[in-house]
């Protein structure tokens, strides 16, 4: 098997195991979504803005929770994701939501083998960058599905997160790796407890490795802004310090935690 599709069948199999218990968990609150809460955080709000009428690229998008909130505020959506579990429960989430929100099944880097159009908006969020090895590739590919003057959203966590243990004890990892993380980790980031071992592989990717290919694929950068706080209590020694935001506790001053680029797609 080729490194590629072996990472990739390696990831697969971790993100297919996560599925049943991130649907379950309360992080992810699939009853209250169902009745209509919103699944997408003020960050990204922000930063999309009135989004009716808009043809929406939704990339990495897991279960399908903010494919369908997008769907609810009036744009045409598609969700991508390489989990056919994952994939498989967006589409009977949709349904549950009354929402007609499209899911394709496949990797990023083979999405010009499904679609075969131009989106208004391309937004990915939250531990989607991680996962790919290439960002020359991914910024290829996205620029490939905006039409000109659409308009990229990724919001992401920082990278200087990345480099602590999971405990937020200890600098384990460099700022930005030069190659290949392979490990195993006990439970998962919506449900610590979860009775699942899984293998992974990732990579980190420093702010440079990010914007550099967007510039060099037809885009602009827009906006860059950086936050010292999580939308999501997704780590280990979280204190909620305002509603809604986290912080690691024993980490004083605060570390940056999320970032949000937008950047245009030239004419």
């Known amino acids: 098997m080729e490194p590629q599709e072996a990472y990739l069948d390696i990831n697969r199999r971790s993100w297919n195991s996560r599925v049943d218990a991130h649907y379950a968990s309360d992080f992810y609150k699939v009853k209250e979504f169902v009745e209509g809460a919103c699944s997408l955080q003020s960050i990204e709000l922000e930063q999309l803005g009135d989004v009716r009428g808009l043809r929406i690229l939704h990339v ?4 399908g929770q903010d494919s369908i909130a997008l769907s609810r505020r009036g744009a045409e959506v598609t969700g991508v994701d390489f ?6 429960k967006a589409r009977e989430l949709a349904e549950l939501c009354g929402t007609k929100t499209r899911f394709v099944c ?11 159009e131009t989106f208004d908006v391309v937004f990915t969020s939250y531990g989607v960058l991680g996962w790919l090895p290439d960002l020359d590739r991914w910024a290829s590919t996205l620029s490939r599905f905006l039409k000109p003057g659409g308009r990229l959203l990724l919001v992401e966590f920082h990278p200087v ?3 602590f243990d999971d ?3 200890t600098v384990q990892y460099p700022y930005a790796s030069s190659g290949p993380i392979h490990e195993t980790y006990t439970g998962t980031y919506a449900d610590q407890s979860a009775p699942l071992t899984q293998e992974y592989v990732m990579w980190n990717h420093g702010i440079s490795e990010v914007l550099s290919p967007l510039l060099s694929h037809g885009m ?16 280990r020694n979280c204190v909620e310090f305002e ?3 986290f912080r690691i506790k024993h980490i ?15 004419p």
């Open 161 to 163: 997160v990345w480099m």
């Open 106 to 116: 496949c990797d990023v880097y083979d999405l010009t083998r499904h679609l075969n």
């Open 252 to 266: 004083t001053p605060p570390i940056p935690m999320v970032y949000a680029v937008t950047a245009i797609k030239k």
């Open 167 to 169: 405990d937020f004890t």
């Open 220 to 235: 602009e950068i827009n906006s860059f802004h950086e936050y010292d706080y999580s939308p999501y209590p997704c780590f």
């Open 60 to 63: 990495q998008c897991h279960f």
């Open 243 to 245: 509603p809604g935001k």
């Open 83 to 88: 989990s056919e579990k994952a994939i498989a």
